[in-house]
């Protein structure tokens, strides 16, 4: 795969160990940063706060996004880096245990590239994130950063 970062926007400390040890069994070697609320979701996105050196216009790969997120939840997240030029085409993946049909609904109506729910079984989930890798990190042909953030 790529060594593009993949930002895990989760709070759940189980979540996010199972998440990471999916990544690396399915030999996912990008570096992975955690958010683990959704206003550092934001700020690692938008290179704000503790990552204010940060390019904003260096994309993570992917946005791996729980909706259940302390301080900022997760549609919140979304929206915003849905409602600015500069980052609106980052990936994003909701990875959710949420079964709520208006999540779904909501997550797509505010432009998700895509809404998993997690698998409780952990063969199932290394699927899962075996195949959320193969098609984001590998497959697909994301916008070039630049392009989009001709005004940053």
């Known amino acids: 795969m790529n060594t593009k970062v993949i ?3 989760e709070d759940n400390p189980d979540d ?3 998440t990471l040890r999916a990544l ?3 030999n996912i070697t ?3 940063v955690v958010a683990r609320d959704g206003a550092e979701a934001l700020d690692f996105i938008f290179a704000t706060n503790k990552y204010a050196g940060r390019d904003i216009r260096d994309w993570p790969s992917m946005v791996l996004l729980d909706l259940k997120l302390p301080k900022v939840n997760g549609l919140e997240v979304l929206k915003k880096i ?3 030029e500069r980052t609106h085409g980052i990936p994003v993946v909701i990875l959710t245990s949420s079964k709520e049909e208006q999540d779904v609904a909501e997550g797509y109506g505010l432009g998700v590239n895509s809404y998993v ?3 409780v079984d952990f063969t199932q989930f290394l699927d899962a994130v075996k195949q959320i890798g193969l098609y984001w990190l590998l497959l697909n042909e994301p916008p070039i950063p630049f392009q ?3 005004h940053v």
Do not use: I, S, T, W
């Open 30 to 32: 990008n570096e992975v």
């Open 82 to 84: 849905r409602g600015d």
């Open 148 to 150: 989009r953030a001709k």
């Open 24 to 26: 690396k069994k399915n």
């Open 7 to 9: 930002l895990l926007a």
């Open 117 to 119: 729910r997690k698998p």
């Open 16 to 18: 996010e160990a199972l």
